[in-house]
T-cell receptor, first 114, second 112 residues
Framework: NAGVMQNPRHLVRRRGQEARLRCSPM?????VYWYRQLPEEGLKFMVY????????ESGMPKERFSAEFPKEGPSILRIQQVVRGDSAAYFC????????????FGPGTRLTVL | GQQVMQIPQYQHVQEGEDFTTYCNSS?????IQWYKQRPGGHPVFLIQ?????EVKKQKRLTFQFGEAKKNSSLHITATQTTDVGTYFC????????????FGGGTRVLVKP
């Protein structure tokens, strides 16, 4: 009974490169959320997706960031042309129903931009 | 601006003592959840409160939802070193859309 999977766990990119973060939700969960966390700070909501649909992307920067949750395969958070300020831990969570339900978090991807 | 405020930001506790962390909002909350994140780890769900004035207990942890559904508290008795971590509250705020809004967290350090 695997939990939420995220890979890679650590990702190093140089400025200007692309970062792709993957998240496989728990079995049976069709709701996925992406959060960003800076050191010593809280979780900042980025985007909420259901299969093939973006429900709420109000927390995601309009430029360089995109997310998808295809019918088959994991959810992907994509950051183009990364900058040093993108360095953070990115957590994915999933739930079987609406966001008000318990969310199960993955181990996170720690992105470092050199 | 931040709609869910947590205080204190840091809590240094002597092992065996009690402490309380608070979560406050200026708007009415549909429900509130609490999560714990160990150092270097990921958030783990602890509890959800839905009803006004609701109180729930988990061993040494007592969670309360305010009567006006604008605040919540987590009280830990007889703190242990295993309680180290950051405790986050998260709320569904209708005005904020269909998502959870997390507080900034209370970072708990336990002195043995």
């Amino acid at each position: 009974n695997a939990g939420v999977m995220q890979n890679p766990r650590h990702l190093v990119r140089r400025r200007g490169q692309e970062a792709r973060l993957r998240c496989s939700p728990m079995k049976g969960h069709s709701h996925v959320y992406w959060y960003r966390q800076l050191p010593e700070e809280g979780l900042k909501f980025m985007v909420y997706l259901q299969k093939e649909n973006i429900i709420d992307e109000s927390g995601m920067p309009k430029e360089r960031f995109s997310a998808e949750f295809p019918k088959e395969g994991p959810s992907i958070l994509r950051i183009q042309q990364v900058v040093r300020g993108d360095s953070a831990a990115y957590f994915c969570a999933s739930s079987p129903g609406m966001p008000a339900n318990e969310q199960f978090f993955g181990p996170g991807t720690r992105l470092t931009v050199l | 601006g931040q709609q869910v405020m947590q205080i204190p930001q840091y809590q240094h506790v002597q092992e065996g003592e009690d402490f309380t962390t608070y979560c406050n909002s200026s708007t009415t909350l549909s429900n509130i959840q609490w999560y714990k994140q160990r150092p270097g780890g990921h958030p783990v769900f602890l509890i959800q409160l839905v009803k006004s004035g609701e109180v729930k207990k988990q061993k040494r942890l007592t969670f309360q939802f305010g009567e006006a559904k604008k605040n919540s508290s987590l009280h830990i008795t007889a703190t242990q070193t295993t309680d180290v971590g950051t405790y986050f509250c998260a709320a569904e705020i209708k005005a904020a859309g269909n998502k959870l809004t997390f507080g900034g967290g209370t970072r708990v350090l336990v002195k043995p």
